[in-house]
């Protein structure tokens, strides 16, 4: 986790997490409004195993095993997968959406161990390998990783604009949007899609245990302030930014600080710092 | 057979131990539907744990236990605070809290130079059990080789069962109908505190040897397993450990010896293989309950 020579690909890294915290935070304000943060921690952890996949089918594709595209790819399927069953589990009598997404997390990201385990042990140390995926690493990062993971954001913030008063609408007032006849159950997988996009942007950067305070964190920190949807998760997506770029800063300086931890910490400042803020009834979830 | 006593029989013994240690609350958190309370609490002991190490100085197991119970326990508090005075929904305000104790934990771990304490990220996340091995002593009897975890984990799980049969009136009348409970004092105040507490000695001395992930699993699974087949308490508990035990040990026989079935090197990450074979299971025990009793009599 130590910092390579780094130097040129410094400023397209800070871009990079940047675009995708700002998206995180945007992101995270409308899973916050569904309560979906349990489901944004089941997807982070469960792009383990599709990651690994990618790396050993990049391998033996001979795309070489990092292959940015690949590995984005095999983490959203499985990430996918995972968002999926937990419906399905939580059907099951007595499991309840507790016991679903302890088991769909278990899964997942017990055979993502699995394969981890297999790749190590056969690694042949000229590949970086993908230790850094658990706990993210900016310096890690290739040229192609970072291009991708800004495009990815980028298409991402895009879709969340061009879908923003839907997805406002199913976040904070459901039945009213029903009532206009808005297509729920669409709205809610651009949703999905949303989520799994800003997993797989971030997970190698923040790592794919902490990926989820960067959707939630940020936007909890928003709540605290006044005024309408749309201002609330611009300042998540400024608070998401912000931290993302501080982590990364702060992962560069200090060899042994990993940048999802950094990243975390950071949003975790601003969220507390959001309680000091004079006390209203906060939007959306009431208490 | 000395393969078997110095490499297997440890591990497996470990792994057994968590079982009993995490399952046994587990049924409890499942039914009171808080599986993910145990989760929150395995993430959040990471910088007690390694907080406790810098304190002592060295791998003492007080010290580190002492600071994972106060971080756990001190996670759950924080987290109903924030729930309360920021008005979020309890999943994400204990997402909010243990992201944030896991992440100033692993930072601890890497920069307080805490590796030489056998502990790294990884194996907090998936565990130590391949580092585990049993030494058969020159002289003496033969258990004072067994890996000192082995004896954190006994009594947790003695802890573990001990809590789930004297406070079995306390801890159901809480599970099934906690307004009642609290009104009739059939569960006193102290009921929910207190068995938060067990469960926090559990998750802290399984951590180390299993890590979290197979705590989580141990924790909500072998309930979720046992659930569809039996109305009964007892029947939960017997059948919740009884499959567990079976998935734990094929887990682990499966991870240590098919790489060298099919012929090629190194073993898999057993954490990972017992977990995944725990959670496929719900749902095949599910189904299994379907298709027995859509069978005519």
Redesign the interface.
């Known amino acids: 986790?130590s910092a390579p020579a780094f130097g040129a690909n410094t400023q397209l890294a800070l871009a990079g997490c940047t675009v995708f915290g700002a998206v995180a935070g945007a992101v995270g304000t409308f899973i916050?409004g569904r309560?979906r943060?349990?489901l944004?921690?089941v997807a982070g952890h469960a792009s383990l195993p599709g990651v690994c996949l990618a790396f050993l089918a990049g391998e033996a594709l001979g795309l070489g095993g990092r292959n940015p595209w690949l590995l984005l790819a095999g983490g959203a399927a499985t990430a996918l997968l995972a968002a999926w069953s937990v419906p399905?589990?939580s059907r099951?009598?007595?499991?309840?959406s507790?016991?679903a997404?302890?088991?769909?997390?278990?899964?997942f990201?017990?055979?993502?161990?699995?394969l981890?385990?297999?790749i190590q042990?056969?690694e042949s140390g000229a590949q970086g390998g993908l230790?850094t995926i658990?706990?993210g690493s900016a310096a890690a990062t290739s040229r192609a990783d970072l291009v991708a993971l800004t495009a990815l954001a980028a298409v991402a913030a895009a879709t969340l604009a061009l879908f923003f008063k839907e997805l406002a609408a199913i976040s904070f007032d459901e039945p009213h949007a029903r009532v206009l006849g808005l297509p729920v159950r669409a709205i809610d997988l651009v949703l999905l899609a949303l989520l799994i996009a800003t997993v797989v942007a971030g997970m190698q950067v923040a790592g794919v245990?902490?990926v989820?305070?960067m959707m939630?964190?940020p936007a909890?920190a928003a709540?605290?302030f006044r005024g309408s949807i749309g201002r609330i998760a611009a300042i998540a997506a400024a608070i998401g930014a912000g931290s993302a770029a501080a982590g990364v800063l702060l992962s560069l300086r200090?060899e042994?600080?990993?940048t999802?931890?950094?990243m975390?910490?950071s949003a975790?400042a601003c969220?507390l710092g959001?309680?000091l803020l004079p006390q209203r009834?906060?939007r959306g979830?009431?208490? | 057979m000395r393969e078997f006593l110095v490499f297997d029989l440890p591990v497996l013994a470990a792994a057994l131990l968590a079982l009993v240690a995490c399952s046994t609350l587990g049924n409890w958190l499942?039914l009171r539907?808080?599986?993910?309370t145990?989760?929150a609490i395995a993430h959040a002991v990471l910088p007690g744990l390694v907080g406790g190490f810098v304190v002592a100085g060295r791998h003492s197991v007080p010290a580190m236990f002492a600071g994972a119970a106060v971080a756990g326990v001190g996670a759950i508090l924080l987290a109903s605070w924030?729930?309360?005075?920021?008005?979020?929904?309890p999943?994400?305000a204990l997402?909010?809290v243990f992201?944030?104790f896991?992440?100033?934990g692993?930072?601890m771990l890497?920069?307080l130079g805490a590796r030489q304490v056998d502990l790294d990220?990884?194996c907090v996340?998936?565990g130590s059990l391949e580092r585990m091995f049993f030494v058969p002593p020159a002289e003496g009897p033969l258990l004072l080789g067994a890996p000192r975890e082995i004896w954190t984990l006994l009594a947790a799980a003695a802890a573990a069962v001990l809590t789930s049969i004297l406070l079995a009136k306390e801890l159901r009348a809480l599970a099934f109908d906690p307004e009642f409970a609290r009104v009739s004092g059939a569960a006193p105040r102290w009921t929910g505190p207190v068995s938060l507490c067990v469960t926090t000695v559990a998750i802290i001395a399984s951590f180390e040897a299993v890590g979290s992930?197979?705590v989580?699993?141990l924790?909500?699974?072998p309930?979720?397993i046992a659930?569809?087949h039996t109305s009964s308490l007892r029947g939960r508990f017997a059948l919740s450990l009884a499959a567990g035990g079976a998935l734990t040990v094929v887990g682990y026989a499966l991870?240590a010896h098919a790489?060298t079935l099919l012929g090629?090197?190194?073993?898999?990450?057993a954490?990972?293989?017992?977990?995944?074979?725990?959670?496929?299971a719900?749902?095949l025990s599910?189904a299994m309950r379907a298709v027995l009793s859509r069978r005519p009599a």
Do not use: N
């Open positions: 986790m916050l309560r943060a349990l944004a921690d399905a589990l099951l009598r007595g499991v309840g507790d016991g997404v302890a088991t769909a997390l278990a899964f990201f017990g055979v993502g161990a699995v981890l385990s297999s042990s056969h230790r658990i706990f245990v902490l989820v305070a939630i964190t909890a709540r605290g200090f042994s600080f990993p999802g931890s950094a975390t910490l975790t969220f959001s309680l009834r906060r979830v009431p208490s | 499942v539907r808080e599986a993910m145990g989760d924030v729930r309360r005075r920021a008005r979020l929904e999943a994400a997402g909010i992201t944030a896991f992440a100033l692993a930072t890497e920069s990220p990884e996340l998936f992930l197979l989580i699993a924790l909500a699974c309930a979720l659930a569809p991870a790489p090629t090197r190194g073993a898999l990450s954490a990972g293989m017992i977990a995944a074979l725990l959670a496929a719900v749902p599910h």
